[in-house]
């Protein structure tokens, strides 16, 4: 790390969580300024050539959204042979898709809830409860989500066909595979790895339906709390999590988000390999309860690309 001098963050983009991935960016940038690097930030629409990116010792990627989880960016920064923070262009593609991600989750025997795929919303004949019964042999509450987009966009709670009408007419972009997701019962937990180390467990706490955009950015009522759990169970939901972190050929740093049932079954919901770093988000949150501030999260970070 001592060969880390001047250190440019990429933030902002053209995806739906642009404001989101401007506020991290930001974050990321003053931290930066406390730990005495040589700092910049550049907006990705502003970026005409990754080239300009050699001028750096390293590329702190707080892009969210395709353009910074896809993959592509990093491929290019690896064709350029530029060092960046976080997952190569294969983790960042295995996670990406959620239908592509929960296959590879199964393949390795790791729970996830079963969901169903539709290549768009377009067709109106289309019905999510029919596919999943017909798939599963029973019937469930489903989540609609893009199988690939982040930060809770277009994301609904569906409980009956009226339900998906609804959902299906307020969609921001129908146009786009989604998954149809059971509903797990239970507790939400997020867990951020950094360079392999487990950082300690969140459990989510919303008064909403479910941990949507106004829960993570928004509102002030979500509760971010150290997750009370027995050793044995604090063992578990850090191996399941290292696990899928490592299937999924992550690296550097992300964060694994995890359902408890009822019956105390783990179950990986998905995994982000540019999460958030706003003042709301889990990652920062983490490190506090180990006593990291803020910027020794970042440090960390960093650390995590030697």
């Known amino acids: 790390m001592d060969d880390i001098k001047k250190i440019v963050v990429i933030s902002g983009g053209s995806s739906s969580e642009r404001e989101i991935s401007l506020q991290s960016g930001n974050g990321i940038k003053n931290a930066l300024i406390k730990l005495g690097y040589e700092t910049c930030i550049i907006d990705f629409q502003d970026l005409n050539d990754l080239a300009i990116l050699q001028n750096y010792d390293l590329v702190f990627i707080a892009l969210h959204g395709f353009e910074g ?3 592509n960016l990093q491929e290019s920064l690896d064709g350029l042979g530029i060092k960046y923070t976080g997952s190569n262009a294969t983790g960042c593609k295995n996670t990406w898709n959620k239908s592509k991600c929960k296959n590879i989750l199964f393949q390795n025997g790791i729970s996830s809830p079963k969901a169903v795929v539709s290549k768009s919303l377009d067709n109106e004949d289309f019905n999510p409860f029919i596919k999943f019964k017909n798939e599963f042999g029973y019937e469930k509450n489903l989540f609609m989500k893009p199988s690939e987009d982040g930060s809770s966009i277009d994301i609904y709670k569906i409980s009956n066909i009226d339900d998906y009408i609804s959902a299906r007419t307020s969609c921001v972009n129908k146009s786009r595979e989604f998954i149809f997701e059971e509903e797990i019962k239970g507790k ?13 467990p969140i459990e989510i706490q919303t008064n909403n339906d479910f941990y949507d955009y106004d829960a993570k950015y928004i509102s002030n009522d979500t509760i971010l709390a150290e997750a009370k759990l027995s050793s044995k169970e604090l063992d578990l939901i850090n191996k399941i999590s290292l696990k899928a972190y490592k299937a999924l050929n992550c690296s550097g740093w992300a964060r694994v988000d995890v359902l408890k049932d009822e ?11 540019v999460p958030g770093m706003t003042s709301h988000s889990c990652v920062p949150r983490s490190g506090s309860f180990i006593g990291l ?14």
Request: aromatic letters at 10%; proline letters at 2%.
């Open 188 to 200: 939400e937990y997020t867990l951020t790895i950094i360079n392999n180390e487990c950082f300690p």
């Open 69 to 71: 989880e896809g993959g």
């Open 293 to 306: 501030s803020y910027s020794e999260v970042v440090k960390k970070i960093i650390s995590s690309n030697d």
């Open 263 to 273: 019956d105390g079954i783990l179950y990986v919901l998905e995994v982000n390999t």
